[in-house]
Protein backbone atom coordinates (compact mmCIF):
# COMPACT_ATOMS: atom_id res chain seq x y z
CA UNK A 1 0.00 0.00 0.00
CA UNK A 2 1.17 3.35 -0.52
CA UNK A 3 0.74 6.46 0.66
CA UNK A 4 -0.97 9.00 -1.37
CA UNK A 5 1.16 11.77 -0.77
CA UNK A 6 4.12 8.92 -1.17
CA UNK A 7 2.28 8.77 -4.34
CA UNK A 8 2.28 12.54 -5.31
CA UNK A 9 6.63 12.69 -4.17
CA UNK A 10 6.96 9.77 -6.31
CA UNK A 11 5.39 11.83 -9.26
CA UNK A 12 7.15 14.84 -8.21
CA UNK A 13 10.67 12.93 -7.90
CA UNK A 14 9.93 11.61 -11.78
CA UNK A 15 8.84 14.79 -13.78
CA UNK A 16 11.95 16.45 -11.93
CA UNK A 17 13.89 13.68 -13.49
CA UNK A 18 12.36 13.77 -16.38
CA UNK A 19 13.61 17.49 -16.91
CA UNK A 20 16.82 16.86 -15.93
CA UNK A 21 17.41 14.25 -18.57
CA UNK A 22 15.53 15.98 -20.84
CA UNK A 23 17.31 18.94 -20.60
CA UNK A 24 20.81 17.30 -20.95
CA UNK A 25 19.44 15.75 -24.37
CA UNK A 26 17.90 19.29 -25.19
CA UNK A 27 21.87 20.54 -24.92
CA UNK A 28 23.42 17.93 -26.60
CA UNK A 29 21.54 18.90 -29.43
CA UNK A 30 20.79 22.47 -29.10
CA UNK A 31 24.38 23.46 -27.81
CA UNK A 32 26.11 20.49 -29.51
CA UNK A 33 28.05 19.87 -25.98
CA UNK A 34 29.40 16.26 -25.88
CA UNK A 35 28.41 13.97 -23.17
CA UNK A 36 31.75 13.21 -21.26
CA UNK A 37 32.40 9.60 -21.51
CA UNK A 38 34.04 7.82 -18.27
CA UNK A 39 36.61 4.82 -19.64
CA UNK A 40 38.17 2.06 -17.79
CA UNK A 41 41.00 3.19 -16.39
CA UNK A 42 44.28 2.33 -18.57
CA UNK A 43 47.87 1.95 -16.56
CA UNK A 44 49.51 2.82 -20.05
CA UNK A 45 48.67 6.63 -19.57
CA UNK A 46 50.47 7.98 -16.87
CA UNK A 47 52.43 10.49 -18.56
CA UNK A 48 50.71 14.18 -20.09
CA UNK A 49 50.73 14.21 -23.92
CA UNK A 50 49.38 15.72 -27.35
CA UNK A 51 49.33 13.20 -29.72
CA UNK A 52 48.79 14.11 -33.00
CA UNK A 53 46.90 12.03 -35.45
CA UNK A 54 46.93 13.75 -38.78
CA UNK A 55 46.68 17.78 -39.89
CA UNK A 56 43.46 18.79 -38.06
CA UNK A 57 42.74 15.68 -35.19
CA UNK A 58 44.60 15.32 -32.00
CA UNK A 59 44.89 13.51 -28.80
CA UNK A 60 45.23 15.22 -25.40
CA UNK A 61 46.52 13.42 -22.61
CA UNK A 62 45.56 15.46 -19.40
CA UNK A 63 47.30 14.96 -15.86
CA UNK A 64 45.63 17.02 -13.22
CA UNK A 65 47.73 17.78 -10.08
CA UNK A 66 48.11 19.52 -6.78
CA UNK A 67 47.76 22.34 -8.55
CA UNK A 68 48.96 22.39 -12.34
CA UNK A 69 47.27 20.53 -15.22
CA UNK A 70 49.94 18.98 -17.67
CA UNK A 71 50.34 19.84 -20.27
CA UNK A 72 49.71 23.47 -19.34
CA UNK A 73 50.34 24.49 -23.44
CA UNK A 74 48.38 23.06 -26.05
CA UNK A 75 49.35 24.35 -29.30
CA UNK A 76 46.95 23.25 -32.09
CA UNK A 77 45.58 24.58 -35.75
CA UNK A 78 42.33 26.38 -36.73
CA UNK A 79 39.50 23.68 -37.02
CA UNK A 80 41.30 21.17 -35.11
CA UNK A 81 39.25 18.64 -33.13
CA UNK A 82 40.43 17.29 -30.22
CA UNK A 83 40.24 14.36 -27.74
CA UNK A 84 40.58 15.48 -24.32
CA UNK A 85 41.83 12.49 -22.04
CA UNK A 86 41.55 13.32 -18.90
CA UNK A 87 42.70 11.93 -15.09
CA UNK A 88 43.98 13.06 -11.44
CA UNK A 89 47.24 11.81 -10.13
CA UNK A 90 45.88 13.08 -6.32
CA UNK A 91 42.57 14.72 -5.64
CA UNK A 92 39.31 15.35 -7.43
CA UNK A 93 39.68 18.45 -10.26
CA UNK A 94 37.85 20.57 -11.99
CA UNK A 95 38.67 20.82 -16.33
CA UNK A 96 36.60 23.71 -17.37
CA UNK A 97 37.43 25.47 -20.79
CA UNK A 98 34.07 28.35 -20.41
CA UNK A 99 34.15 29.58 -24.31
CA UNK A 100 33.56 25.81 -25.04
CA UNK A 101 30.98 24.92 -22.66
CA UNK A 102 33.12 22.17 -21.31
CA UNK A 103 33.19 20.92 -17.73
CA UNK A 104 34.84 17.38 -16.90
CA UNK A 105 36.35 16.73 -13.46
CA UNK A 106 39.57 14.55 -13.21
CA UNK A 107 39.41 11.95 -10.98
CA UNK A 108 42.13 9.36 -9.73
CA UNK A 109 41.91 5.99 -11.17
CA UNK A 110 39.49 7.17 -14.00
CA UNK A 111 39.71 8.72 -17.56
CA UNK A 112 37.16 10.81 -18.77
CA UNK A 113 36.96 11.81 -21.93
CA UNK A 114 35.35 14.66 -24.60
CA UNK A 115 35.84 15.81 -27.96
CA UNK A 116 35.93 19.61 -28.95
CA UNK A 117 36.56 21.41 -32.10
CA UNK A 118 37.98 24.93 -32.20
CA UNK A 119 37.13 26.48 -35.06
CA UNK A 120 37.90 30.04 -33.97
CA UNK A 121 41.77 31.31 -33.35
CA UNK A 122 42.62 32.19 -29.96
CA UNK A 123 43.31 31.23 -26.42
CA UNK A 124 41.12 29.44 -24.66
CA UNK A 125 41.51 28.87 -20.71
CA UNK A 126 41.55 25.87 -19.17
CA UNK A 127 40.89 26.65 -15.22
CA UNK A 128 40.12 23.82 -12.29
CA UNK A 129 36.81 24.69 -11.24
CA UNK A 130 36.35 22.15 -8.40
CA UNK A 131 38.00 23.34 -4.89
CA UNK A 132 41.23 21.05 -4.76
CA UNK A 133 43.39 23.10 -1.98
CA UNK A 134 45.54 25.98 -1.07
CA UNK A 135 46.68 26.51 -4.92
CA UNK A 136 43.00 25.72 -5.99
CA UNK A 137 42.87 29.20 -7.87
CA UNK A 138 46.23 28.85 -9.61
CA UNK A 139 45.39 26.02 -11.50
CA UNK A 140 45.17 26.60 -14.96
CA UNK A 141 46.45 25.68 -18.21
CA UNK A 142 45.66 27.10 -22.22
CA UNK A 143 44.66 25.74 -25.55
CA UNK A 144 46.59 27.85 -27.99
CA UNK A 145 44.69 27.66 -31.51
CA UNK A 146 46.17 29.37 -34.76
CA UNK A 147 50.29 28.52 -34.70
CA UNK A 148 50.41 28.22 -37.88
CA UNK A 149 49.66 31.51 -38.77
CA UNK A 150 52.22 32.72 -36.21
CA UNK A 151 55.04 30.98 -38.02
CU1 LIG B 1 42.47 21.56 -9.00
CU2 LIG B 1 40.97 23.11 -8.03
Known amino acids: ?????????IMITGTI???FVFSILYA?????SDIPEC??????YTE???NKIDEKTYQVFAVAQMW???PAEIYIPVGSEVDFF????DVVHGFNIAQKNINMMAIYGTINKTTVRFDKPGVYDIVC???CGAGHQNMRAQVIVNYPKAK
Open 68 to 70: TFQ
Open 39 to 44: LPYDKA
Open 28 to 32: KTKYK
Open 48 to 50: PKV
Open 1 to 9: MIDKAEKVV
Open 86 to 89: LTSK
Open 129 to 131: HEY
Open 17 to 19: LAL
